[in-house]
């Protein structure tokens, strides 16, 4: 039967029911989704050494023949030890598997077989737990081979050979490129590409598939950029008047001080208010540079002017609590809407309560004359459903990054409607060039002082050796009255809720170091009330230690945790390790940040100890550049930015191409009308936000 990127993956060999119900969870419907489903790694074991010539350490294949193999019970006797010989005309290789006693039956004496992973020299020379599989496959061993997240039943072994079968289906992908673009860069054909990042045959080959799909991506992403520009010019905007005495009274009334760099911001905004054309700025602070009283300033502004404000943030917990920011820093009620909660001020509502309230129909609140409409809300993505009726003169968008250009188009998709003035707002420094490249033509307002009297957080790299002690230390904080963040890192890609690995290190932490004090948890497979009930508890003072993923590195705010430790710290990328240290130093309390590596490399210690002793996020991002530089897709996860599967943020010089390529392209051909595919590209990308 023939395999076509419609076809369900249902019909690959190998994949049933719950292996299909599995790659559902992962966004994995068709066999055309399959083969977009890409590697997070990749192991190279396209070393073919002889049996008797491996050395300790090296990463090789070795293809012999099974000379014996029998099994035989461990000292720990819930595991059973696989112990077998394999040999070719070089020599004999020892191998041991743990608990794989079906290797018995299914790879015989006699067998020829390829045996793929490291030489371990800690017990004589052997193959410890290597890959095995049949020599006519090549499929797992002898070759550059791809690593992906999984989840669920799903096995690699399976979906290694799903995907592999599923290959000559991406014939089928019309190449959206222009042919002048790929010709002038030697791209690989799409096609290819996607062979190659899959199953290389060599390094070369995967570099060639990684930077054709990288550019795919950053190209679309500046094509996508460019029409909402050219949307935003075609609308109308309202124009906010300046109010000085309003900035003022808002000012005077604040319970402290503004820094230069916020003064700057603000009046940079509301001049950006009063224009004819749509604001179109980025306000990039350090985390703790005091973004939420600027953004505030500016809805103070536009409030006054008798028009509409929405805040967008990308979590519900961020949400909350930005909403209880903005009642104590607004004179009128403030409502939060997200899939969860309904609020008008401080008072719950009902859905259908708050959508009368923003249609101008009498609302619940006393606060508010009958009649008057609520005009500032915060909320996630909820706010964005058709249904919500608003046409706000200002959209904030909280964690830029995180809030795709989908979704900044869906605000401007509604017929006959202005165009708000848009204030995009991120805590992850980013060098000014790099902002330029990556968002487009913004503007960019930076806040890059600290409010005064707030310390340096104290940050260490802990060694195994120095765990004890460091534990001593948070006990004994906790015991003065403070509170302790505990992140811990995703097991693998596909394990986005990290249920794991916070029950496992909570768990730990309650028989351990810290049996005597109250410990909470924090995670994805909570339901939303669950862990709003787990911040709040920790804002209240009833839990010590919160054990989290990080979800907490955006928006949670507790000024009495003063101690952050993060468990596997060399798998965070620099800028996240400085974003989850921001969690803590929130007041004048002195405060402390634990990095607790896992398997520490020569190069993951270089990058913590960047973060030891570097406390300015901007330099702090360029010293990642500069420490990541192009990328290395062998043995280590990709780390991409939110919207993208392989782009990173080391990837300048492929950003600035794809930027001068959407221009030239789109100087030319405003409408796209000789490049129907790269239209319906476009099109499908801005569509997928409905579907999400």
Request: charged share 25%.
């Amino acid at each position: 039967m023939a395999i076509h990127l419609s076809s369900s993956v249902c019909e690959l060999p190998g994949i049933g029911g719950k292996a299909a119900s599995d790659l559902k969870t992962l966004g994995v419907s068709s066999v055309g989704d399959l083969l977009w489903y890409l590697p997070f790694r990749y192991d190279d074991y396209s070393k073919i050494v002889g049996a008797g010539k491996v050395r300790s350490g090296e990463l090789v294949t070795v293809v012999g023949t099974i000379q014996s193999l029998a099994s035989r019970p461990a000292k720990n006797r819930r595991v059973k030890l696989v112990e077998g010989v394999i040999a070719d005309e070089t020599g004999e290789l020892k191998v041991v598997w743990f608990n794989q006693e079906y290797l018995e039956r299914t790879m015989p004496v006699g067998s020829k077989v390829s045996l793929a992973g490291r030489i371990d020299g800690r017990f004589g020379t052997c193959l410890v737990n290597p890959i095995i599989e049949k020599t006519d496959m090549h499929v797992h061993t002898g070759r550059i081979v791809p690593v992906y997240g999984l989840t669920g039943s799903l096995t690699m072994r399976r979906l290694r050979e799903a995907i592999k079968i599923a290959l000559p289906a991406a014939q089928e992908m019309e190449d959206w490129l222009p042919q002048t673009v790929i010709e002038h860069e030697s791209y690989s054909s799409l096609c290819e590409a996607l062979r190659g990042v899959h199953f290389p045959d060599s390094q070369l080959e995967l570099q060639s598939a990684v930077a054709r799909l990288k550019f795919d991506e950053l190209f679309l992403h500046q094509l996508m950029f460019a029409h909402v520009r050219a949307q935003r010019a075609r609308h109308a905007v309202h124009s906010i008047p300046i109010n000085g005495t309003l900035l003022k009274d808002f000012v005077r009334a604040l319970p402290f001080e503004l820094t230069t760099a916020q003064r700057k911001a603000i009046w940079e905004i509301v001049q950006d208010l009063a224009g004819v054309q749509s604001m179109n700025r980025l306000l990039e602070g350090d985390v703790g540079s005091g973004k939420t009283v600027v953004a505030a300033a500016a809805c103070a502004s536009v409030l006054e002017a008798g028009q509409s404000v929405v805040y967008l943030a990308p979590t519900e917990i961020l949400a909350a609590q930005q909403h209880e920011a903005f009642c104590r820093l607004l004179r009128t009620p403030v409502a939060l809407l997200t899939r969860t909660q309904q609020k008008i001020g401080n008072q719950e509502v009902t859905r259908s309560q708050l959508l009368d309230a923003l249609k101008a129909i009498t609302p619940l609140d006393p606060h508010l004359k009958r009649g008057e409409r609520i005009r500032c809300v915060i909320g996630t993505h909820a706010v964005l459903e058709d249904y919500v009726e608003l046409e706000p003169a200002l959209v904030i968008v909280d964690e830029q990054h995180r809030f795709g250009v989908e979704q900044r188009h869906a605000l401007l998709a509604r017929e006959g409607k202005t165009a708000p003035h848009l204030l995009s707002m991120t805590a992850t420094p980013i060098p000014r060039s790099l902002a330029l490249t990556i968002y487009g033509d913004l503007e960019l307002s930076i806040l890059n002082e600290m409010p005064a009297g707030r310390k340096p957080v104290a940050t260490a790299l802990v060694p195994e050796t120095q765990h004890k002690g460091m534990w001593n230390h948070v006990r004994e904080l906790i015991g003065h009255g403070n509170q302790v963040f505990v992140v811990c890192p995703l097991i693998d890609p596909s394990d986005k809720l990290g249920a794991r690995s916070v029950t496992e290190v909570a768990g730990d932490l309650k028989k351990g170091p810290l049996s005597d004090t109250r410990i909470g948890t924090l995670h994805g497979r909570m339901k939303p009330d669950e862990k709003e009930e787990a911040i709040r508890q920790f804002r209240d003072g009833k839990i010590d230690v919160l054990v989290s993923t990080t979800v907490v590195e955006v928006g949670v705010d507790i000024p009495n945790a003063s101690v952050m430790v993060i468990v596997g710290a060399e798998r965070f990328g620099l800028s996240q390790l400085h974003q989850l240290r921001g969690r803590v130093g929130r007041s004048d309390i002195q405060s402390y940040c634990y990095l607790l590596p896992e398997q520490l490399s020569d190069s993951s210690e270089k990058r913590l100890r960047a973060v030891e002793t570097i406390h300015d996020g901007f330099l702090l991002a360029e010293k990642d550049l500069e420490l990541r530089g192009p990328g290395n897709v062998f043995g280590n996860a990709q780390s991409g930015f939110p919207d993208f599967q392989l782009a990173t943020p080391a990837d300048t010089e492929i950003m600035k191409k794809a930027r001068d390529y959407a221009t030239e392209l789109l100087q030319q051909d405003p409408e796209l009308e000789r490049y129907p595919f790269i239209r319906a590209r476009i099109k499908q990308s801005f569509e997928r936000v409905h579907l999400e």
